[in-house]
């Protein structure tokens, strides 16, 4: 039975994430903040337009802790992603196997016992919230059938969401060999898992009570992520972070993912491998700092801003038989607009510009005649389409001049004289062959039809 509820699990996650569609991060330039960022990888995004704005090492291979915990809330909520009341209502629990590797690693847990019978719901907040090593096991075992088999479907899921440098070996993410990601793939995770039913909201509720079993009365937890509370947050409080999930570990350093909503603009920062200690061996937030200062550059750097317009005249381009006019003015066919730094002028994005050659009317207005990439520091940020502002008709007139000006002086016209030349000298050659011909035709002629000459008599008559 255990295998045959493993491949269904399987299965259920194939057929859920084969429409799988994920936001497309656009990487093509990014910002450097004049601050010191202790974490040794960093992706900040916007969500508004999944510009990146800034990295630091987001393609390097990190463990990342707690993180791990995001594809494993991920798994679970695509299971009942069209009923996701019924979260509330199914109860699960967990046998030997999702303890006995946590006793004396110091994991973080939410005093889930071994076989209490807890909601799936719950388990969200415990896993989210708390961090708990044993709610992640526990949804393992009940999704995937077994530890083992829940972490193959958490690869096939990343596989599924292009994160193609991550490994997965458990659902808690305690260190395991073999076991990594990067900043970047985490952030497709986590741009994909807030797609779904409820993990947003989970992900971002600072306390949350945990119902009553019979292990336990009704209780409070709260969330690691301090940041979001004004009362426990002291330093670190940041009144415009939301959630997502934090990650410690010797081998990982301080790890954290979360969102920033200000004055209309929405980030979401990844940050791995941040140190647990000052030099002095004090215990300090290292990534929350990083967070808290990351989010203060972009919303006083940052602004949506207009690069090219869309009605900006470009370039002429040169066009043959037109009537009246032989060039056409373009303009980029839309607006590139984008997140931009206030300290960088517009005017620094250099324009490659191609233009069609050997254009020849009519020409409609909106007709593509050319292309502009739009380049910074060396990356390109976007390609556009250049049209034609207008149209050109075709004159009659210049096109039977040009197409007589260009068969004078062709191979073709020159073949033509050529056939035309011999056939001349040909004909010349005939006429004065049919004229000697019947020269002597005539001659012959007249040699025979002739009358004989009269002789006169010897004597007289």
Not at 76 to 97: F, K
Not at 130 to 136: D, K, V
Not at 376 to 386: P, R, S, V
């Amino acid at each position: 039975m255990r295998v045959i509820k493993r491949l269904l699990c399987f299965l259920t996650a194939l057929a859920f994430s084969l429409p799988l569609f994920c936001e497309n991060v656009h990487a093509a330039v990014s910002f450097s903040p004049d601050f010191d960022v202790y974490s040794e990888a960093a992706l900040l995004i916007n969500l508004d337009t999944n510009d990146v704005m800034y990295q630091k090492n987001a393609d390097k291979q990190m463990v990342p802790a707690s993180l791990t915990k995001i594809m494993t809330a991920v798994l679970l909520l695509e299971q009942y992603r069209n009923d996701v009341a019924a979260l509330s209502t199914t109860y699960v629990s967990g046998g030997y196997e999702c303890f006995d590797e946590l006793y004396m690693t110091g994991a973080s847990t939410a005093d889930i016992r071994r076989g209490e019978m807890v909601s799936y719901k719950d388990l969200l907040y415990a896993l989210m919230l708390r961090s708990a090593c044993e709610a992640a096991n526990i949804i393992a075992v009940n999704i995937g059938g077994s530890l083992s088999g829940f972490a193959e479907m958490m690869n096939l899921k990343a596989k599924q969401l292009g994160m193609n440098d991550t490994h997965f070996t458990n659902a808690h993410g305690l260190f395991w060999e073999n076991h990594y990601t990067t900043a970047n793939d985490l952030a497709k995770l986590t741009i994909y898992a807030m797609s779904l039913p409820l993990f947003y909201e989970i992900a971002c509720t600072e306390v949350y009570e945990m119902e009553e079993t019979e292990y336990h009365e009704a209780r409070s937890i709260s969330h690691t992520n301090v940041m979001m509370s004004k009362g426990n947050g002291g330093e670190y409080y940041y009144e415009y972070v939301k959630g997502i999930k934090t990650g410690t570990l010797d081998e990982a350093g301080r790890c954290l993912i979360s969102t920033a909503y200000k004055d209309g603009y929405r980030y979401l920062l990844i940050t791995l491998g941040a140190p647990q200690q000052d030099e002095n061996g004090n215990n300090v937030m290292y990534n929350m700092i990083d967070h808290k200062n990351i989010y203060e550059w972009a919303f006083n750097t940052f602004e949506y801003t207009t690069v090219i317009s869309g009605t900006e005249e470009i370039a002429e381009v040169g066009v043959e038989y037109g009537d009246g006019v032989d060039y056409v003015i373009v303009r980029p066919s839309e607006e590139y607009s984008r997140i931009w730094s206030r300290r960088v002028p517009t005017d620094s994005v250099h324009r490659s510009i191609t233009l069609s050659e050997n254009v020849i009317a009519p020409v409609s207005e909106g007709d593509v005649l050319g292309k502009m990439e739009l380049q910074y520091g060396g990356e390109t940020l976007a390609t556009i389409d250049l049209i034609a502002t207008k149209g050109v008709q075709r004159s009659k007139q210049k096109e039977m001049i040009a197409i007589a000006q260009s068969f004078i002086g062709s191979e073709q016209f020159f073949k033509a004289v050529r056939w035309s030349l011999a056939f001349i000298i040909i004909y010349t050659l005939l006429v004065i062959i049919l004229k000697i011909v019947f020269a002597r035709i005539n001659k012959k002629r007249a040699r025979l039809y002739s009358p004989p000459r009269s002789t006169p008599r010897k004597g007289g008559w």
